[in-house]
């Protein structure tokens, strides 16, 4: 048999501050999947949720305040108007830190300066990744959206965070998603003429048998891959696989018509 390894994607509130028509709110989810690279690639969830009622017309560092003081320290989402004004959203993160204000050029004025930005809905994932993982910095793109330095406290953001119209579609063709595969549904090749092509040099190279892949939905290459009997799953638990079973990064077939992706269980 063969399986596609569930995703375990990080997962961020997004809490809606005004009134969404059904209409609006999936063409906004079809713009995030879009750009998180849903159903294969996905780098980030949203948990979308009314916003309680204490958030309403309040800033947002208020709503900050809140989120920490109920220990949900990561950033979140807020969708308000500018979802239809501007197909935009409110990625806040954190308050600004004493070493970006006591230095001596300091990016923000005080610690009373919340460092959030509005973005592009489908641009919001990979601007994440950047913040959270990259050396990209909030103030850099407030920076380049026409904020100035030091950053002050309630700052107007003169335009939206478009990531410079950076094209998300090769991005998107070039994620790939892993495969379990047990023996008897792949094959496996140390002929040289295949081995060149890959790099670094494997000494074994994979892939699944045609049928197998053509069922699967994924363009069969030859790949790297490494033996497994076991994989731990999101929810914790460990599924045994049978001596001999592989993992393989395999490329989704892009004509295949795949199943819609499934958003967190407790989402609008």
Not at 70 to 87: H, N, S, Y
Not at 162 to 188: H, N, V
Request: proline share 7%; glycine share 6%; with cysteine.
């Amino acid at each position: 048999m063969v399986f596609v390894e569930p995703q375990d994607a990080p997962r961020l509130s997004a809490y809606v501050l005004t009134d969404l028509s059904a209409e609006e709110l999936n063409s906004f989810k079809k713009a995030f999947e879009y750009g998180t690279f849903a159903p294969f690639g996905t780098m980030l969830e949203l948990v979308i949720k009314k916003a309680p009622d204490d958030y309403l017309n309040r800033p947002h560092s208020y709503i900050r305040t809140k989120e920490n003081e109920a220990g949900r320290t990561d950033p979140f989402v807020l969708i308000d108007d500018q979802l239809r004004l501007e197909d935009a959203v409110w990625y806040v993160d954190t308050f600004a830190a004493d070493f970006e204000v006591d230095i001596d050029e300091p990016i923000a004025a005080s610690t009373a300066v919340l460092w959030e930005i509005l973005v592009q809905t489908e641009y919001l994932p990979i601007s994440w990744a950047t913040y959270q993982f990259g050396n990209g910095h909030i103030h850099a793109d407030l920076d380049y959206c026409g904020v100035k330095t030091p950053v002050q406290e309630n700052f107007k953001q003169p335009k939206v965070n478009r990531c410079d119209g950076m094209g998300l579609q090769s991005l998107r063709q070039q994620q790939t998603m892993f495969i379990i595969a047990e023996p008897g549904d792949f094959e496996k090749s140390t002929d040289e003429e295949v081995l060149k092509g890959l790099a670094p040099l494997p000494d074994v190279v994979y892939r699944l048998k045609e049928e197998v892949a053509r069922g699967l939905g994924v363009l069969n290459q030859w790949v790297d891959g490494i033996e497994t009997q076991s994989r731990e799953q999101p929810d914790g638990t460990v599924k045994e696989f049978p001596e001999g079973t592989v993992r393989l990064q395999m490329k989704p077939d892009p004509d295949v018509s795949w199943p819609p992706y499934k958003w967190p269980e407790g989402s609008l």
